[in-house]
């Protein structure tokens, strides 16, 4: 993408329009991928602008429910999708990107642990906390099932005979670390055996979360740099496409020379005021677990697949007073979101 006229001001709390960029469809060269008609209730300005936090950490402030760390702007990190926890990537064992998914289920869950035929296994616990876990059914057909029998019935006969034999301790732990074991197996097979299907379907919910209407959305004027403020959602949309026209950012070196472009542009003047700012992520905050418009921060990261990097796409308030950094954030995203875009076209 060339680097066109952008508006000398913006004010934006929440826009909606219905007109999707016609660059979006451009990129991709499919002829039958037109989406003029589908709904984006919000702008990607506001979807960067409300993930950004008055803090240097993301959103609320958000603690890893492992470590009881805040999560950094430059750490990765995972929410888990039933009771909306917030774990570093580290602290879950996912360390590898490309290990995990945005329906992750968090090691000691309540909200799985209390279902009756959870989804997703748990997985990762400490010896004090699988003492006191109720494993699920299906577990009991892992291979470590007859190690852990043999080890039961041994533990009661000691018990029978001498119930304080310091042998039963050893066994109780023995019988912890071979469940352990089994269940840090399981969770990696099936993460493993996360298809492209399954990815689809938790992409579909995304998509879900990010278009359903709002209660709370309400319209914002804009102004472009004339004077006039514009409320209106098809011309705002007019506007916004009028900023991009097409330009490949596949390779490494496409995506340097637009770097270098907005590096030696002139400063746009877009000005996102700190109480604007403010006033959008106090609104966005009233839900501790998710971002705006229902989309996790490392959510909105794994439009492209599975998550490089789900902190490039937490942008601080710093970031938006900087007009060439705002409008780098909005090309990044937009990318994304027309992914996207082209995986549910793809289905229809």
């Known amino acids: 993408m060339r680097f066109r006229h952008v508006p000398t001001r913006l004010t934006v709390t929440s826009v909606s329009y219905t007109n999707l960029p016609i660059w979006i469809s451009l990129l991709y060269s499919q002829p039958v991928f037109t989406l003029t008609e589908q709904p984006l209730p919000a702008t990607l300005l506001r979807l960067l602008l409300l993930t950004a936090g008055n803090e240097a950490n993301p959103g609320p402030l958000w603690c890893c429910s492992l470590c009881q760390v805040r999560l950094g702007c430059s750490d990765c990190f995972v929410r888990c999708g039933s009771c909306n926890g917030w774990y570093h990537l580290r602290c879950s064992g996912l360390t590898n990107s490309a290990d995990w998914s945005p329906t992750f289920s968090c090691p000691s869950c309540p909200m799985l642990l209390s279902a009756p035929t959870p989804p997703v296994l748990p997985s990762f616990h400490t010896n004090a906390e699988v003492s006191d876990l109720t494993i699920p059914p299906d577990l009991k057909l892992l291979q470590f099932n007859a190690n852990v029998s043999s080890l039961e019935r041994k533990g009661d006969d000691i018990r029978v005979r001498d119930f304080n034999d310091p042998r039963i301790g050893y066994l109780n732990g023995l019988i912890i670390k071979i469940v352990n074991d089994g269940i840090h ?5 099936l993460v ?10 938790a992409t579909w919910k995304l998509l879900r979360n990010l278009t359903k209407p709002r209660v709370d959305t ?8 004339n004077g006039n403020f514009i409320s209106n959602d098809s011309k705002i949309a007019t506007k916004m496409n009028k900023l ?7 390779s490494p070196k496409s995506q340097l020379s637009l770097l270098g472009l907005l590096n030696k542009a002139p400063a746009p003047g877009i000005s996102f005021s700190a109480d604007a700012i403010r006033a959008a992520v106090k609104k966005t905050k009233a839900s501790k677990a998710l971002g705006p418009d229902g989309l996790a921060p490392p959510q909105a990261s794994s439009f492209d697949g ?7 796409l937490i942008p601080t308030v710093a970031t938006f007073l900087n007009p060439a950094a705002a409008f780098a954030r909005l090309l990044e995203l937009s990318l994304h979101v027309s992914h996207i875009y082209l995986l549910m076209a793809r289905q229809k």
């Not at 197996?185 to 097979?189: A, I, L």
């Not at 309400?218 to 740099?225: E, V």
Request: hydrophobic share 30%.
């Open 185 to 189: 197996k399981r969770w990696h097979e």
């Open 192 to 201: 493993a055996d996360y298809n492209f299907r399954r990815n689809l379907s």
């Open 218 to 225: 309400f319209n914002q004027s804009i102004s472009f740099g």
């Open 244 to 250: 991009f026209s097409p330009r490949s950012v596949s």
């Open 306 to 312: 599975p998550a490089r990097n789900p902190a490039i």
